[in-house]
């Protein structure tokens, strides 16, 4: 009698111990797949062991995380939907001005006055096909297939080369710039394609939105280079430091000369994707952008 007793005990004992192992066990699995993002102490333990103590605190991380990085891709979706929508906005309007010129060209009489016209209707087609240069420099900055061929590069005959680039845009403001760099043998290891479309992309926003000579001035310090472009901004066109490198920077009219925002962000990337960093520094009335990264040993 004795025996049969505590057979059924432990029997009972052992059966309460399964119901409560799997109600615990769907507990944990019920948090889990409604993502609540719950934190430890929000599950409870049946079972106050230190082993389902360690359970529910892993399971409430990882809800945790997930329920962060489903906010992001939310607030992701949203700012490129916005983006999407501004863009759309921004190549409309210069097509609707080209078409505007090309019907008033259509019907006028005078020859001078339609080439005029028309000129006007091929400066904006030109608006709408630098809109798009720079949304497809962005994509394929962006993509997470995109190769690097790393190699080692001279960083002053790259820089000249870019600049050599807008010598017709320098002449017509009459900028000269001021270069100097404290090591002109500076060599980095890049991906030359990257590291000129940085440079380009810098020295085209000063064109853009500067209002004084370029100055692109490197330094070196231990083993870090560093070559910062700069320049005066116009009174009007003091930037927030803080969102210059965010993508589709500003709204519709608050954009500048026609930037979608695009061309700071894509450079930023890129430095990232080649471990170098890009900041933006305001010097008083100076706009300065500093790029910097690891020096490659000379021979």
Not at 201 to 222: C, E, F, T, W, Y
Not at 235 to 262: Q, V
Request: charged letters at 25%.
């Amino acid at each position: 009698m004795f025996y049969s007793i505590v057979g059924a005990s432990f029997f009972l004992g052992f059966f309460l111990a399964c119901l409560i192992y799997e109600r615990q066990l769907n507990g944990v699995a019920d948090a889990m797949r409604q993502n609540q993002g719950l934190e430890s102490e929000d599950l409870e333990v049946s079972i106050p062991t230190e082993g389902w103590k360690a359970l529910c605190r892993e399971a409430s991380a990882y809800m945790n995380k997930a329920r962060v990085a489903a906010a992001g891709a939310r607030n992701e979706a949203i700012e490129y939907s916005r983006g999407l929508s501004s863009l759309a906005h921004d190549v409309r309007t210069p097509l609707t001005g080209a078409k505007g010129y090309l019907q008033l060209a259509m019907g006028e009489c005078k020859p001078e006055v339609a080439q005029a016209r028309l000129r006007a209707a091929e400066r904006r087609i030109g608006d709408v096909e630098n809109l798009i240069d720079q949304l497809a420099l962005y994509v394929r900055a962006n993509d997470p297939e995109r190769k690097y061929e790393f190699k080692t590069v001279a960083l002053l005959p790259v820089t000249l080369e870019v600049l050599g680039g807008y010598e017709e845009d320098l002449a017509k403001r009459a900028w000269e710039p001021v270069i100097g760099f404290a090591d002109e043998a500076i060599l980095v290891e890049a991906d030359e394609g990257a590291l000129k479309r940085i440079i380009d992309n810098l020295v085209s926003n000063a064109l853009r939105h500067g209002n004084g000579s370029l100055r692109l001035i490197q330094k070196s310090n231990d083993n870090t280079w560093t070559l910062e472009i700069a320049n005066l901004i116009k009174g009007d066109a003091r930037p927030d430091e803080s969102g210059l490198f965010e993508r589709f920077r500003g709204e519709g009219t608050k954009r500048l000369n026609g930037g979608l925002g695009l061309g700071l962000s894509t450079a930023k990337k890129l430095a990232e994707d080649m471990g170098w960093t890009l900041e933006a520094n305001m010097d008083g009335e100076v706009l300065g952008f500093v790029l910097s990264g690891k020096t490659v040993e000379n021979g």
